[in-house]
């Protein structure tokens, strides 16, 4: 299994600079081994790669994160106690970076929360 099999997405809306999705992380994935035996807890650089992803495609080019002002894990993410996330994306476009204040939650009970930037990721 490579890193592209730990989660799966699904765009549920866009209008400008708003992207609405649901994502489900494959609690099967290797990943969950190590962190942490007993007890799988997503981890964040995971949940930070969900959504360059979804802004990607929403953008139709591959993107990096260049810079984060703030990146708030608020809460553990189970992926067999939360089976799906809601994911709430609001961006703008800034010469060649994106301003993106995104949001993974479970419900109610928000898991993580990045005001930050990304930029074109073609050189990687």
């Known amino acids: 299994m490579e890193l592209r099999d730990l989660f799966e997405h ?8 708003k992207i609405i999705a649901t994502a489900r992380f494959n609690k099967e ?5 190590g962190h942490f035996p007993g007890a799988p807890v997503t981890p964040g650089v995971c949940q930070l790669r969900l959504i360059r992803a979804i802004v990607s495609e929403v953008l139709g080019k591959p993107l990096m994160l260049g810079s984060a002002r703030d990146i708030k894990f608020l809460s553990m993410h189970n992926p ?21 204040n995104a949001t993974l939650a479970d419900g109610e009970r928000k898991v993580l929360k990045l005001n930050g930037e990304y930029r ?3 050189g990687l």
């Open 80 to 100: 067999f106690d939360d089976e799906e996330l809601s994911v709430e994306i609001s961006y703008r476009q800034n010469g060649d970076a994106v301003e993106v």
């Open 10 to 17: 699904s765009i549920v809306g866009t209008e400008e600079g």
């Open 120 to 122: 074109d990721g073609y």
């Open 29 to 33: 994935h290797p990943v969950y081994l």
